[in-house]
């Protein structure tokens, strides 16, 4: 059984769609990050940071310990080795899923997210909010050539297409239109019609 402390943020979508993709047991824990976390039994035992996803992982069998993640990316690594899927065996394919993960938790998610934040405060410097639109752009435009000549972000499908479709997921309240990029729209439909993706989404976190 793992323990899943989650709130309805792309970050937490995207480990909760590798859980509905996997098939394996867990307990959702709301985590409102606008409240306070002290008052969640665990969680800052969990996630120090005060961060969400964390889990814990509490095995199968009396002789195995507990684990404890915190980091999306982490989170999302470990889960796919333990179950074997949605990551490569081969060096090359698993190579090529761990660069586009990274490049989600260090890259796409972080520009977006200070994209929102700045369009959601009426005093943000207008040179401010129009730097992140255009790195947003730039982002979207980058994965929509990517994917002009393949299904799947790494080729095939796997952690990575699970860890960006929530941030793409958003894209009206990042100020982007999907249909401007074609490609990444093909691939952001396909994503939405998976029936993990609309489990993880009709949960109520």
């Excluded at 393949?150 to 894209?171: G, L, T």
């Amino acid at each position: 059984m793992i323990d899943v402390y989650c709130d309805s943020s792309p970050n937490g979508y995207k480990v909760l769609i590798l859980l509905e993709e996997i098939g394996i047991k867990y307990r959702l824990v709301p985590v409102d990050l606008d409240g306070d976390p002290i008052a969640i039994p665990g969680f800052l035992d969990v996630s120090p940071d005060g961060k969400i996803p964390a889990i814990v992982d509490y095995g199968t069998g009396s002789d195995k310990e507990s684990v404890q993640l915190f980091e999306s990316g982490a989170v999302m690594l470990y889960l796919a080795e333990q179950s074997g899927q949605f990551l490569p065996e081969k060096t090359v394919s698993r190579i090529e899923v761990l660069k586009w993960l990274f490049w989600q938790v260090s890259n796409f998610g972080p520009t977006l997210g200070q994209l929102m934040h700045f369009r959601g405060d009426p005093e943000s410097p207008p040179q401010v909010l129009d730097y992140f639109l255009s790195q947003a752009k730039r982002l979207y435009q980058f994965l929509d050539r990517e994917l002009k000549h393949r299904d799947c972000i790494a080729h095939q499908y796997s952690i990575a297409d699970m860890a960006i479709y929530p941030w793409v997921a958003i894209h009206e309240n990042q100020g982007l239109n999907i249909p401007d990029f074609p490609n990444l729209m093909r691939w952001y439909f396909d994503m939405e019609e998976r029936e993990a993706v609309e489990r993880a989404y009709d949960l109520r976190i």
